[in-house]
């Protein structure tokens, strides 16, 4: 049964919002609300791994505080970035102390990995290549049996109640109901991006949802011009999702070859494959346009084919579902959206401008990512900063509040708002993609602002509405980021 008033209320089911739950102290009230099912989310698809030292170490932290720095081109935010890095190991050990399982040695030690801009092997995997679905199941159970945390699936925040400048909750939408629900203290985990592209690594969940709520009420949002492209997933000529294939594959020694069966990272950097994830997918997009082709492909078949099954058995059976043994044959891949590095600003407790109000994961910018984000930081960022955001909450004076919250019975609108949402995919992926021009980022505009225009004269309650609304707000604050910064950087690329 659900209480009008809580003192927690967490949006959003990923490793943000679980890890954030479970640090709240007992005796606050806690609501966690999830769009989907508790288990649906970025989170969940993650596969390389988590970064981090197991072990205080400085000389370690130093070397991992550098390889950041590298890959996001020095705009990292430095206190931040240290606090990512030196509380990486006592977030580690919570995370094992939760439960999950990483994997091991035959010695019982456990194992690390590399990925594109890494200088050494510090990433935790589990299952192989299925990490993300080992830490939320881990979190999900933990969650579920804890008295003080509330559950909301299916169900989606449309906006957030702010007054002067105070966050006082959020309105929700459930299968039949608007529903207001006051809270202390209101923290958006809500994730990504993706579905303002037509090709993404992303669930369909990812729709900007918590970035566009907190831009209509006021909070400030920084570098969203920097939308990550992993390189590699996997290609095929039909639209929507793309399945990932893991940096991890070229960290254990894959290499990319273009169509024409020639390697070709070495002209463009000295990592070759293990370059930074931004060089790796504006190369790749060079020699497509060289060779006239729409992907290029990943080659793993000189190494070991069963340590490749049994290092990365989720993705050995999702290529052979689409007809590629990857130990005999090439993987056909291509760039595509993968991670918004930017969001909602918040400070080093992941708070943001409006009061009362954080912001956690994907959807926040703390600033770690600088211009392009170091492989498998983001799930170290979203454990980090929620331990945090959780310290500062459980300090929290309760508040009282005298208002009765709105709920209203409603027949939902089924219009599902399908040729608006490909009219948003099909401009940003041709527009604001991983090469960009002032041209072509007006014309986005033009037509974002048109679209958006459109839905504000005819606003509808229901999922799809407010869905879309959320994509074409958050395509423009991409693209007015992205003509604002004229120079290159990162993983925003101008070529004029
Ligand atoms: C395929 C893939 C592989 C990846 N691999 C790695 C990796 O190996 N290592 C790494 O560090 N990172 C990896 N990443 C990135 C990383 O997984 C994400 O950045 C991180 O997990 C984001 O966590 P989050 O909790 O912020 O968001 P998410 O995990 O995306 O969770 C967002 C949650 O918010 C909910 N939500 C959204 N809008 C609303 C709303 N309006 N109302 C209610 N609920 C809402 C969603 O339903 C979901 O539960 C990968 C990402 C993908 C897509």
Known sequence: MLKDYYDVVIIGSGAAGLYTSLNIINNKKVLLISKDKIIVSNSSLAQGGIAGELHANDEAYQKHIDDSLLAGSYLNNIPALRTL??????????????????????????LLTREGG???????????????????????????????????????????????????????????????????????CTGGIGEIYKNSTNP???????????????????????????????????????????????????????????????????????????????????????????????????????????????????????????????????PVEHFSVGGISVDLNGHSSIENLYANGECCDSGVHGANRLASNSLLECIVFGGRIAKNINDYQVEVYDKLPLVQNLKLSNYNYRNIKNQIKDIMERNVGIVRTEKNL?????????????????????????????????????????????????CHYRID
């Open 204 to 334: 369909t969940v990812a729709t900007g949802d918590g970035i566009a709520m907190a831009y209509r009420a006021g909070a400030e949002i920084a570098n969203m011009e920097f939308v990550q492209f992993h390189p590699t997933a996997f290609f095929r000529h039909e639209n929507g999702p793309r399945f990932l294939i893991s940096e991890a594959v070229r960290g254990e020694g894959g290499y990319l070859l273009n169509v024409e069966g020639n390697r070709f990272m070495h002209k463009y950097h000295h990592l070759c494959e293990l370059a930074p994830r931004d060089k790796v997918s504006q190369s790749i997009y060079r020699e497509m346009y060289d060779t006239w082709s729409d992907h290029v492909y990943l080659d793993v078949r000189h190494l070991d084919s069963d340590f490749i099954k049994k290092r990365f058995p989720t993705i050995y059976n999702r290529c052979l579902e689409y007809g590629v043994d990857m130990t005999e044959e090439l993987v056909p891949v291509a």
């Open 85 to 110: 890095v030196y509380e990486s190991s006592h977030n580690l050990n919570k995370l094992i102390n939760f439960g999950v399982k990483f994997d091991k040695d035959e010695e019982g030690n456990i």
């Open 118 to 188: 890494h200088s050494e092997r510090r990433i935790l995997h589990a299952g192989g290549d299925a990490t993300g679905k080992e830490i939320i199941k881990s979190l999900a159970v933990q969650v579920i049996n804890k008295e003080n945390i509330d559950i909301l699936e299916d169900a989606m925040v449309v906006d957030l109640i702010v007054e002067n400048n105070k966050c006082l909750g959020a309105g929700v939408l459930t299968q039949d109901q608007y529903r207001e629900i006051y809270s202390t203290v209101t923290v958006l």
């Open 442 to 490: 007006i014309l986005a505009e033009d037509t974002i602002k048109g679209i958006l225009n459109g839905l504000e004269n005819d606003k509808r309650t229901c999922k799809a509405y407010y869905e879309v609304y959320n994509m074409a707000t958050v395509a423009l604050l991409v693209i007015e980021s992205a003509l604002n910064r004229k120079e290159s950087i990162g």
